[in-house]
């Protein structure tokens, strides 16, 4: 399993369904907080997803995500 | 003035003459102008519903508002995680301080089958007229309907190539 699947599969396992979308990998915190877009809502036009560096699920740290991952 | 002599037995023989794009003054049309280009290597995935941005994207400033802009958008190697997904690619547009609006789907249902064999690549060619002499970006933006789709995985190159085509 390679990395990203091993984030894919621990951010499941801590939010089930979460959406976000990861440019690169995720292997550090600074990747956590600079690489993912998560989505919070949707733009006017009914397509474009409304995104932030900052994570907006409590359920998710980076923290409880390493563990997951290391788990895998 | 270079001789060129052609072999119809043989092919062509002896030295091409050097030619630069400050030779081609009798074209009326058709001249590429610019080119710009950028790539990237990571992965690229996404769990969203709604069209998301990648990293992979350019910027060029036509030099005339007539100037057409040639896009293209190629390689990589699309991929799921947790299931079956049908990922779609799209081409978004800024004009100088604007903000990104959809230019074109580019891939659409890609569909990515759970145990059978489906990687597929991005080929997006389109010809575009910003009207502007304004910086133009171009910028990939993907989302899924299901599961995780990976525009990008496993250390493909997928760029992004933009060339301005003279009216």
Sequence with gaps: ???????????????????????????????????????????ANGKTAIVT?????????????KEEMDKL | MALVKLNCTRGMTGNLPALNGS????????????VQS??????????????????LEDQITPSATSSKILVMVDGGRGSYGGGTCEGVIKIYRKIGSGSYSELRVAHNDSV??????????????????????????YKVYIKTNANTFYFNSSGAQVSIVLMEIGA
């Design chain 1, 1 to 43: 399993m390679s990395n990203i699947e091993k984030f894919w599969t621990a951010l499941f396992i801590l939010k089930d369904k979460v959406e976000c979308t990861v440019n690169g990998d995720v292997l550090t915190e600074d990747d956590f907080n600079n690489n993912i877009l998560w989505k919070t809502g949707i733009e």
């Design chain 1, 53 to 65: 560096n900052t994570n907006p699920h409590s359920e998710i740290t980076w923290t409880k995500l």
């Design chain 2, 23 to 34: 030779a081609l003054t009798n074209l009326s049309a058709g001249k590429v102008l610019q």
């Design chain 2, 38 to 55: 950028g790539y990237l290597h990571s992965d690229q995935s996404t769990s969203a519903t709604s069209d998301t941005a990648t990293s």
């Design chain 2, 112 to 137: 990515q089958e759970a145990g059978g064999y489906g990687k597929p690549t991005i080929a997006f060619t389109m010809l575009d007229s910003p009207n502007t002499t304004d910086a133009v970006d």
